[in-house]
């Protein structure tokens, strides 16, 4: 026996254009992604560099030393 689609139609709400859709993720879960993107090159990649990104304070200072010790190449 066949089996039916069924079609959920959603009211549509008209976007807001003063604030964008914001999502929230896991580091852990974009990371991979985006270091695979950046060692291929994609293309795609670029058009989100100038994108501004939420962070935890903690995780930005452990950035701001990890900047500070890193090793010369």
Do not use: C
């Amino acid at each position: 026996m066949a089996t039916h689609l069924r079609l959920f139609y959603q009211p549509e709400v008209a976007p807001s254009e003063t604030t964008p859709h914001m999502v929230t993720v896991r580091l852990g879960d974009i990371l991979p992604l985006l270091t695979m993107a950046q060692r291929f090159k994609y293309t795609w990649l670029r058009d989100f560099l100038d994108d501004e990104v939420q962070i935890s304070n903690d995780l930005y200072q452990v950035l701001e030393e990890f900047l500070g010790h890193r090793p010369t190449a």
